[in-house]
């Protein structure tokens, strides 16, 4: 079990790129998470996969923003036309199915758009 | 709606002191209650949790009770570390989504 792991772990962009973060989730578990977490705040949740199928979208996740988990494996997000307020750490969490859905996170994604 | 709210840091206390942090939840039907904590240029680590009133979650020396009654899910420490600072989040699950306080930032003095 090697854990949750992102990448990259840092991003620098300027304002209107596009950037795209990996997340590759414990192996055997099915549920995916994205979650945006800025200074002084908690995780604000984005988005879940369950295996390849996203269930549920934040309405913070504008159209600016995509997710993908084509295999039910590992995810990506997607953030077109970068903001300076997009700059947050990106984080990603893995679950199993039952309850309670005890998530693992990985060590996050912080971006910087200039 | 589903919600945490916890109580505002920063808390700095000398080793060995009793640590209490305060979080309290909103929940339609009935979530269950973790405790995750953030050290210093690390992810965030489960630290405890809870699935049912009455519940009581430890873990490396803290606990917490799920009381239905106060919606209440209050970490607890006999005897903090210096090694035990950290930013400590209360969260609530429900259904498929999580919701996270906003976190208390704790500091241990020697």
């Known amino acids: 079990d090697t854990g949750v792991s992102q990448n990259p772990r840092h991003k620098i962009t300027k304002r209107g790129q596009n950037v795209t973060f990996r997340c590759d989730p414990i192996s055997e578990h099915n549920r995916l998470y994205w979650y945006r977490q800025t200074l002084g705040q908690g995780p604000e949740f984005l988005t879940y996969f369950q295996n390849e199928a996203q269930l549920e979208k934040s309405r913070l996740l504008s159209d600016r923003f995509s997710a993908e988990r084509p295999k039910g494996s590992f995810s990506t997000l997607e953030i077109q036309r970068t903001e300076q307020g997009d700059s947050a750490m990106y984080l990603c969490a893995s679950s199993l199915d039952g309850s309670p859905r005890t998530q693992y996170f990985g060590p996050g994604t912080r971006l910087l758009v200039l | 709606g589903n919600s945490v709210t916890q109580m505002e840091g920063p808390v700095t206390l000398s080793e060995e002191a009793f640590l209490t942090i305060n979080c309290t939840y909103t929940?339609?039907?009935?979530?269950?209650l973790f405790w995750y904590v953030q050290y210093p240029g690390e992810g965030l680590q489960l630290l405890l949790k809870a699935t049912k009133a009455d519940d009581k979650g430890s873990n490396k020396g803290f606990e917490a009770t799920y009381r239905k009654e106060t919606t209440s899910f209050h970490l607890e420490k006999g005897s903090v570390q210096v090694s035990d600072s950290a930013v400590y989040f209360c969260?609530?699950?429900?259904?498929?989504?999580?919701?996270f306080g906003t976190g208390t930032s704790l500091t241990v003095i020697p």
């Open positions: 929940a339609t039907g009935y979530p269950s």
């Open positions: 969260a609530l699950n429900r259904r498929n989504q999580f919701y």
